[in-house]
C-alpha cells in the first residue's frame, strides 16, 4: 500500500506537447481516487508516470515518500490496467491471468487458488482454457484486470477498465471494483469519462482540464460546489444550464439580470453568498443544474418566473427531461453547445429540466419553471471561479 505524491509534476512530450501541467496532488495510502476530463486532458499520462512508463519532465514524484521518478517500472510493484488492453494472445485466459503471478515465482497451488478466485469474480470461469482470440471484447478486458487483480501490488492504476463492457456487467464491475479497494485497502487511482463512475466509486475526484487539475473533492462537493465554470459543466448530467448576464437590481433588490430573464435574488440566496453583492455591475454567469427546476405554479406574473414552450421531451421513466424554449431572450454562456454542435447566442435560448415523470409534459405544451436562487450557482465571467461566500 502506498501514499502517492504529485508535486508540481509536469510531463511535455518531445514534440511540446504539454500533457501534465504543474500537477499537485496527493493520493493517500488506502484512497480510491477518480481522475476525470475530457479526451487529450492528461489522463493516461498522469497514471503512466506513476507507473513509471512515462519520463517525468519536471517536478518529483513520490511514492511512500521516496521520489520516484528514475525508478524502473518493475521496482514499483503498481499494476495497471490499461485502456488498451495486451493480453499474451498464445496464452490461455488463466495463463494470462496468472503471468505476473509465475514471472514473481509463486507457487503452483497458490497461483491456482488465486486464479480460480479472480476468475469466479470476473466471471471468466467458462474460459479459462481459451484464447485472447477467442474472446469478446469485454471478456479480454475482463482478463486484463484479472492480471492486475491477482496480484497485491502497492497501487492499482486503472484506465477506463469498463469501457468495453455492456451496462449491466459494467454496474456489477464498479460495484465489485469499489467493494474489493475497500476490502484490500489498496491505493487505487481510476480514470473514466463516466460520470456515474466518478460519482459513485471515488472517495475523492480529481477533475482535469487541458493538462491542468481543476478541483479535488468529495463527489458531492463537486456536484453541489463545483469551483470553476469548467467542472460545473463538466460534473452532471444533462449538463447544467449556463445563462450569461450580470448581477444587478430589480424593484431596488439584489436581481439576476439574464438577458430579458430577470431572477431576485431572495434572502437565502443572498445570506449564503454575501459576495454577490460586492458583483454589482459585473459580467456573471449563472448556472442552473436542470433538476433544479420546478414546475411553477399558475400565477403568470409571479417574480423569477421562467416561461417558454416544450420544445421536446425525452421521456426517462423515473423522470422527463424538458427542453423548453425560453420567452426570455437570454444567453447561453459560451461552451454550452445545442444539440447541431452550434454555440446558442441567439435569442431563442433553450434549456434543459429535470421534472418528475409523472406530469405528462408534452412538446409544443406553454410551461412555467421556478428555481430557489439559493440553487443558483454563479460564476464570475473573467476568473470562470464560481462566487462562493
Ligand atoms: N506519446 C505522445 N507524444 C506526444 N503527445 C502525446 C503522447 N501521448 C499523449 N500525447 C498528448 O498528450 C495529451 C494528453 O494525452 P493523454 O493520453 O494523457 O490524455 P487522456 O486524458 O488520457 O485522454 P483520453 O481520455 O482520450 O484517453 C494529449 O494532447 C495527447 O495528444
Ligand atoms: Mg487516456
Known amino acids: 500500500?502506498?501514499?502517492i505524491v504529485f508535486d508540481r509534476v509536469t510531463k511535455r512530450y518531445d514534440d511540446g506537447q504539454l500533457a501534465v501541467n504543474a500537477l499537485e496532488l496527493t493520493i493517500a495510502d488506502g484512497e480510491f481516487l477518480v481522475l476525470v476530463g475530457p479526451s487529450g486532458c492528461g489522463k493516461s499520462t498522469a497514471l503512466r508516470m506513476i507507473a513509471g512508463l512515462e519520463e517525468i519532465s519536471d517536478g518529483e514524484l513520490l511514492?511512500?515518500?521516496?521520489?520516484?521518478n528514475d525508478l524502473a517500472p518493475r521496482d514499483r510493484n503498481i499494476a495497471m490496467v490499461f485502456q488498451s488492453y495486451a493480453l499474451y494472445p498464445h496464452l490461455t485466459v488463466a495463463e494470462n491471468i496468472a503471468f505476473g503471478l509465475k514471472v514473481r515465482g509463486t507457487d503452483k497451488a497458490e497461483i491456482d487458488r488465486k486464479v480460480a478466485e479472480t476468475a469466479?469474480?470476473?466471471?471468466?470461469?467458462?474460459?479459462?482454457?481459451?484464447?485472447p482470440g477467442k474472446l469478446s471484447g469485454g471478456q479480454r478486458q475482463r482478463v486484463a484486470m484479472g492480471r492486475a487483480l491477482v496480484r497485491s501490488p502497492k497501487a492499482y492504476l486503472m484506465d477506463e477498465p469498463l469501457s468495453n463492457l455492456d451496462a449491466r456487467l459494467r454496474g456489477q464491475m464498479r460495484a465489485e471494483i469499489a467493494r474489493l479497494q475497500k476490502m484490500t485497502g489498496v491505493t487505487t487511482i481510476y480514470v473514466t469519462h463516466d460520470q456515474v463512475e466518478a460519482m459513485t466509486m471515488g472517495d475523492r475526484v480529481a477533475v482535469m482540464n487541458k493538462g491542468v487539475l481543476q478541483q479535488l473533492a468529495e463527489p458531492r462537493k463537486l456536484y453541489d460546489a463545483p469551483a470553476n465554470l469548467f467542472v460545473a459543466g463538466f460534473i452532471g448530467s444533462p449538463p447544467m444550464n449556463m445563462l450569461a448576464g450580470q448581477i444587478g437590481t430589480s424593484g431596488g433588490s439584489p436581481a439576476l439580470l439574464l438577458g430579458e430573464l430577470t431572477i431576485p435574488?431572495?434572502?437565502p440566496a443572498l445570506a449564503a453568498r454575501p459576495a454577490l453583492t460586492d458583483h454589482q455591475g459585473k459580467p456573471v454567469i449563472a448556472g442552473i443544474r436542470p433538476e433544479a427546476f420546478q414546475v411553477a405554479p399558475d400565477e403568470p406574473s409571479a417574480p423569477g418566473r421562467i416561461c417558454g414552450t416544450v420544445a421536446f421531451v425525452e421521456d426517462l421513466g423515473a423522470s422527463l427531461l424538458v427542453h423548453v424554449d425560453l420567452d426570455a431572450g437570454a444567453v447561453v454562456a459560451s461552451g454550452?453547445?445545442?444539440e447541431s454542435g452550434d454555440e446558442m447566442t441567439s435569442a431563442r435560448t433553450r434549456l434543459r429540466a429535470v421534472l418528475d415523470g409523472t406530469l405528462g409534459i408534452k412538446?409544443?405544451?406553454?410551461?412555467?419553471?421556478?428555481v430557489e436562487p439559493a440553487r443558483i450557482h454563479v460564476f464570475d465571467a473573467a476568473t470562470e471561479l464560481a462566487i462562493t461566500h
Open 63 to 68: 511514492i511512500d515518500g521516496v521520489i520516484a
Open 363 to 370: 412538446g409544443g405544451a406553454r410551461i412555467g419553471l421556478t
Open 1 to 3: 500500500m502506498a501514499e
Open 336 to 338: 454550452i453547445e445545442d
Open 120 to 131: 469466479q469474480l470476473l466471471e471468466l470461469g467458462d474460459y479459462l482454457a481459451r484464447k
Open 265 to 267: 435574488l431572495d434572502a
